[in-house]
């Protein structure tokens, strides 16, 4: 069983491909729509993130759903692009690269977001099967236990096992790779839900 893809691609073609990812993915759109709709600087709300999930707390639904779509959005532009143009191994650095970008941007001295909805994006672009099952496993728990986060990291850390078991085997190791950064990204999170006091869906 293959946990990578085959390296087919030219050294230099991938790490084009890593820089286009890297690139695209470190584009700040929670930051830029709050701006360009007056909802003021994202840094000073609520955690002083730029992800969807902050975004809402400025009480705009619309600039809150846009967001998450943009930037789900760049993660699967980066890897449809690379895949089309070059093949498979770039599309996973591609994608990688993307995320890596969206968690830390140069533009914002590499403080950037948790990359929840980049890794959603990504995965639905690379394995459509293993991003649609983390999908609706992100829903069900942030459904159940109220807490976001906990959808997103419990999303992620069963990305590698519906990877196995929906036949993508060679997404594991990246799946692997994700999921670890998504829970550094959200080591706060997990202390205030170890604590009890993370913020649930709907309220303040």
């Known amino acids: 069983m293959e946990f990578l893809p085959s390296?087919?691609?030219p050294t230099?073609?991938?790490?084009?491909?890593?820089?286009?990812?890297?690139g695209l993915g470190s584009v700040p759109f929670g930051l830029l729509l709050t701006r360009i709709m007056g909802l003021g600087n994202l840094r000073d709300i609520g955690s002083g993130n730029i992800g969807a999930t902050n975004v809402?707390?400025?009480?705009?639904?619309a600039a809150a759903a846009l967001t998450l779509s943009l930037d789900a959005g760049k993660g699967a532009a980066a890897v449809l692009l690379a895949r089309s143009l070059a093949g498979e191994d770039a599309a996973q650095l591609a994608g990688l690269a993307s995320?890596?970008?969206?968690?830390?941007?140069i533009w914002l001295a590499f403080k950037g977001g948790k990359g929840v909805a980049t890794f959603l994006g990504l995965v639905i672009a690379l394995a459509?099967?293993?991003?649609?099952?983390?999908?609706?496993?992100?829903?069900?728990?942030?459904?159940?236990?109220?807490?976001?986060?906990?959808?997103g990291m419990t999303a992620a850390l069963l990305s590698p096992i519906w990877a196995i078991a929906l036949g993508y085997p060679d997404t594991i190791a990246?799946?692997?790779?994700?999921?670890?950064?998504?829970?550094?990204?959200?080591?706060e999170n997990i202390s205030r839900i170890?604590?009890?006091t993370e913020?649930?869906?709907?309220?303040?």
């Open 12 to 22: 230099s073609t991938l790490l084009i491909w890593i820089i286009l990812g890297y």
């Open 99 to 105: 995320f890596i970008g969206h968690c830390f941007p």
């Open 199 to 204: 913020s649930k869906i709907g309220k303040s």
């Open 56 to 61: 809402l707390r400025t009480g705009n639904k």
């Open 174 to 187: 990246l799946c692997a790779g994700l999921t670890t950064i998504v829970l550094i990204r959200h080591h």
């Open 128 to 151: 459509w099967p293993v991003g649609i099952a983390c999908c609706v496993t992100w829903l069900a728990i942030a459904k159940l236990s109220k807490i976001s986060s906990l959808g």
């Open 7 to 9: 390296i087919a691609s």
């Open 194 to 196: 170890l604590a009890g």
